[in-house]
């Protein structure tokens, strides 16, 4: 199955669902907000546009969608004397759930209407489905891009690395490691080049002039890829997998010739492909620590108190929403129960000597003229 | 009940599924494609745009949705092939209810990008398609924004069931010769200010120049009370009430937000409209293929079910659903035995006055 069938979140809305499970992503969205802010006003001082192309990359589904929406809409409005006419796509890969999405727009639209007399003639919201590692959009389209929580993505699996390249290079692990031989580690940073420049290639094809951009991605702040913060939470996966290989739940072959489709960079290397592209200026890079819990600890218990969820449980939920479809199409469905349960407990041992921290890249840019 | 909130074809591509259930739609389409052909064809030699946009209003579900725009992108190819130009870039917008099943048009994109790019220089033109969710009894898209509006067995569903209709139509779900006389007037209503409304709304959406192609049931005659469309609805009225399982008051309340106009019903409103020229106006009735299925009468009966599911399963509850299509599909047959029933298609072909 290519990367495209299977790299969705958990859809609808149950127990398990990237809906109910995405407060780290909303956490990401919030500590970023005033860069937002700042971004989207550049975008409108610059261009000045009576219709204003707008377009979030990665939206998924959840709650956040339509907040993010929210707040570049409010941003504008604040800031203009007259609204442009607001063109917002919203685009993933044609696994997302857009249904679930698109039957909150009729509430969503009403609000604008209610809360700032934006009417459905003066605001629209398509759903655009489709590799950002490519043209999505037509030339000079688009005045304002936003893509949160989806860059660490890659467009496939490095090649090297793929389940059918015939090699296990990565033997034990799902992700780069302190174990993990050099050429994962080259294989890896390679792809991510390839595809954050394509990314940034397409973009500049789609934006007009001053047109601003927000992206905020996973990344790391030390130089070694393989240092923890970046890579642990893949690690302990990996672990709850091994663990299972003893008592015959997983073979140890399927783990080896798994790699996640994914890369944490380093602020070094975002920017040496932002400057290698060419069309972008860099206004703002910069690093946030993110709690692996997302906001508060304390303000997470909004569904079953009863249940009273090990924090490292909750932490299980919310990367489980995230990777779970990924794991079903290679390890089969029956584990996954047990295999969060695992991975939660590491996750709870990890938290009782490390405050455990993911880096978050937020970079905004305005495309040149 | 808000309609936008409730009525869908029935997602997804399992058996009951509008996906699997649409032949008849596709045939109907099929019979009139030359027309949409040469309209697209003549619209994009009198606009020659440079960046053309393309709506399907009332996109549903399944293979029709993605078919039609192989076809429409394949004769402005030609068109433009045959004036020696390159191609224009193509926005397509498929649009539909926000509760359409739009995930599994999604999923089907990537094989249709493909398809769209072999054998073409450089993959061809640059086509861009997107999904909008939204009503089109209102304004959808941005002014200027098109050139090219399709719309086939969407625009026979009303906005809502007229306002008290559901009060005085006790043993009908439609108009049938026991509805009050207010009935079919109350339906006629609500059709008029739902197509102005269509009309109006594309109007500022679509340029100068271009071209409309809606496709509906119809009905011949002025009067509804005949062997057409409104017969399939008496036959499902009749397959309820026989059920035996629902409560009078229920099926008394039961009506469908359906209207079959008739040509000067559709001529009416165009002309009131002002903005639009009607180039062609034709009727014609679909041939009855049983396809696969043992006879005309499962055939219409899985139709229907794909298409009314969700209204009936929200006044009714899901449990008589297999029962009732059942008894539809035999009661089909029985009539047909009898006597011809009529399904009547419109095809209305109107360019925007500059």
């Known amino acids: ?27 990401i969205i919030t500590v970023a907000s005033s860069i937002l802010e700042k971004s989207v006003l550049d975008s409108v001082h610059k261009t000045h546009p009576k219709s204003m192309g707008i377009a979030d990359l990665g939206c998924s589904s ?61 605001c629209f919201i398509f759903g655009v489905a489709g590799s950002f590692y490519g043209r999505l959009f037509p030339k000079n389209s688009l005045h304002f891009v936003h893509s949160s929580s989806s860059l660490h993505w890659l467009s496939q699996v490095p090649p090297a690395l793929d389940k059918n390249s015939g090699k296990h290079l990565n033997k034990g692990k799902i992700y780069i490691s302190k174990t993990s031989p050099d050429c994962v580690l080259k294989a890896y940073l390679y792809q991510f080049q390839k595809d954050f420049f394509d990314f940034m290639r397409s973009r500049a094809d789609e934006m007009v002039a001053g047109g601003g951009m ?29 663990s299972m290989v003893p008592e015959g739940l997983v073979q140890e072959e399927e783990i080896d010739s798994l790699n ?60 489980r929403a995230v990777v779970e479809p990924m794991l079903v199409s290679h390890f089969g469905r029956e584990i996954m129960d047990e295999l969060f349960t695992r991975f939660g407990n590491l996750v709870d041992v990890y938290f009782s000597n490390t405050k455990a921290k993911h880096i978050n890249l937020v970079i905004s840019v305005t495309r040149k003229d | 009940m808000d309609i936008e909130k409730v009525f869908h074809m029935k997602g997804g591509l399992g058996d009951t599924s509008y996906s699997k259930n649409s032949s008849l739609q596709k045939r109907a389409a099929d019979k009139v494609k030359h027309i949409t052909i040469e309209t697209m064809e003549e619209m994009f030699l009198a606009t020659r745009p440079k960046s053309l946009g393309i709506a399907d209003l009332g996109c549903s579900s399944g293979p029709n949705t993605l078919s039609n725009i192989k076809q429409l992108v394949d004769a402005v190819e030609n068109a433009s092939r045959s004036i020696a130009q390159p191609p224009p870039e193509f926005r397509v917008y498929l649009n539909d209810l926000p ?33 909008y969710p939204g009503t089109f009894y209102g304004r959808l898209f941005p002014d200027d924004c098109l050139h090219f509006i399709y719309s086939s067995n969407s625009l026979h569903w009303l906005s809502r069931v007229p306002p008290g209709v559901s009060n005085i139509n006790k043993k009908s779900i439609y108009i049938s010769e026991r509805s009050p006389a207010q009935v079919s007037q109350a339906y006629l209503k609500q059709f008029q200010e739902d197509f102005s409304l269509f009309l109006k709304s594309r109007s500022q959406e679509l340029v100068g120049g271009g071209r409309m192609v809606l496709i509906l049931l119809g009905r011949s005659g002025p009067s509804h009370v005949d062997r057409g469309n409104s017969f399939f609805w008496e036959i499902l009225y009749q397959s309820l009430a026989t059920l035996g399982e629902i409560e009078e008051e229920k099926l008394d309340s039961y009506d469908v937000h ?34 696969n299925y043992p006879s005309y009468g499962m055939a219409v009966a899985k139709t229907v079910r794909s298409i009314q599911e969700s209204m009936i399963a929200h006044h009714f509850g899901e449990a008589i659903l297999d029962k009732v299509f059942d008894i539809y599909g035999r009661l089909v047959d029985q009539e047909l035995a009898k006597d011809d029933i009529k399904s009547i298609t419109t095809l209305l072909v109107l360019t925007k006055l500059l």
């Open chain 1, 214 to 242: 927000l992206l905020s991605f996973m990344g790391r702040s030390s130089s070694d890829a393989s240092a923890e913060v970046g890579c642990h939470q893949w690690e302990l996966l990996a672990q709850a997998l091994m």
């Open chain 2, 258 to 291: 359906f209207y079959a106009p008739s040509k000067e019903e559709l001529e009416d409103e165009v002309r009131k409209e002002g903005s639009f020229k009607v180039e062609k106006v034709e009727m014609f009735e679909m041939e009855k293929d049983a396809g």
């Open chain 1, 62 to 122: 959840g709650p956040n969608t339509l907040t993010v929406i929210s707040k570049i809409i409010n941003t504008i409005y604040a800031a203009s004397y007259q609204m442009p006419e607001l063109r917002i796509s919203l685009n993933d890969l044609p696994e997302n759930d857009f249904n679930s999405v698109f039957i909150s727009l009729p509430d969503f639209y009403s609000n604008l209407k209610k809360e700032k007399g934006i009417g459905v003639d003066e």
């Open chain 2, 99 to 131: 509760t359409n099943d739009f995930n599994t048009i999604f999923q089907a994109l990537p094989d249709l990008y493909r398809e769209l790019k072999k054998g073409k220089n450089h993959g061809g033109p640059p086509i861009y398609i997107a999904g």
């Open chain 1, 1 to 27: 199955m290519g990367i495209m069938q299977i790299l969705h979140m958990n859809k609808g809305e149950g127990e398990s669902s990237y809906a109910k499970n995405s407060t780290v992503q909303k956490q």
């Open chain 1, 260 to 319: 996640a489709p994914y890369y944490a960079p380093s602020p070094e290397e975002v920017r040496n492909i932002i400057q290698e592209e060419g069309s972008f200026l860099i206004n703002h890079l910069e690093a946030f620590e993110i709690s692996w819990e997302g906001g508060n600890a304390c303000d997470k218990h909004d569904y079953d108190d009863l249940e009273k969820l090990s924090r490292g449980q909750q932490v299980a939920k919310t990367i």
